[in-house]
């Protein structure tokens, strides 16, 4: 199975911050990879497909870039409502596998 | 609206079985995958694994291989998830989630809203 490991896994910011988290792939996934946002007692929600494409009605200060095995997730001004846990998805192959996620707290 | 509706929340004894629904609306049921994932409490997701609804194939994670089955009824675009042999491990919140193609790429989308599955003595 590609093993997706991301860093941090929590990170404590305030709002208007910029903010990246990192994931890695245990094997080159090309642009094979998806970004989510996790809220408690809320379904995940698609926010990056295929690296860097903005799912429709996300807003614009989400930004993904990366290929092969290193991937990045970039919120460019932190709002209230960003603070969740990011989980990254490989889509290489159909033994999905999901990074162990990045909690970003309130600071 | 794409839509994912699941079953509600069960508590089940060591042991036991569970099974979870997901009915699909706003779209064609057989054309996408049907994938599932649970979330225990503080830890993170875990995919279980896919369903094709048109031909019924089927493709599980190795740590369920013996102990999971996915089905579907078309008739009623409705996907199931059973899963057997139940230890308090299994205690966690089940998502089910479209497998959406986008030109090249597939991701989740949209997902269910969640059946918490409480494995209790």
């Known amino acids: 199975d590609i093993q997706m490991t991301q860093s941090p896994s929590s990170l404590s910011a305030s709002v208007g911050d910029r903010v990246t988290i990192t994931c890695r792939a245990s094997q080159s996934i090309s642009t094979f990879l998806n970004w989510y946002q996790k809220k408690p007692g809320k379904a995940p929600k698609l926010l990056i497909f295929a690296a860097s494409n903005l799912q429709t009605g996300v807003p614009s200060r989400f930004s993904g870039h990366g290929s092969g095995t290193d991937f990045t997730l970039t919120i460019s001004t932190l709002q209230s409502e960003d603070f969740a846990t990011y989980f990254c998805q490989q889509s290489y192959n159909t033994l999905w596998t999901f990074g162990q996620g990045t909690v970003v707290e309130i600071k | 609206q794409v839509q994912l509706v699941q079953s509600g929340a069960e508590v089940k004894k060591p042991g036991a079985s569970v099974k979870v629904s997901c009915r699909a609306s706003?779209?064609?049921?057989?054309?996408?995958?049907i994938n599932w994932v649970r979330q225990a409490t503080g830890q993170g997701l875990e995919w279980m694994g896919w369903?094709?609804?048109?031909?019924?194939?089927?493709g599980y994670a190795q740590k369920f291989q013996g102990r999971l089955i996915m089905t579907r009824d078309t008739s009623i675009s409705t996907a199931y998830m059973e899963l057997n042999s139940l230890t308090s491990e299994d205690t966690a919140v089940y998502y089910c989630?479209?497998?959406?193609?986008?030109?090249?790429?597939?991701?989740?989308?949209?997902w269910g809203q969640g059946t918490l599955v409480t494995v209790s003595s």
């Open positions: 989630a479209r497998g959406r193609v986008l030109a090249e790429w597939e991701a989740f989308d949209p």
């Open positions: 706003g779209y064609t049921f057989t054309s996408s995958d």
């Open positions: 369903m094709n609804p048109n031909s019924g194939n089927t």
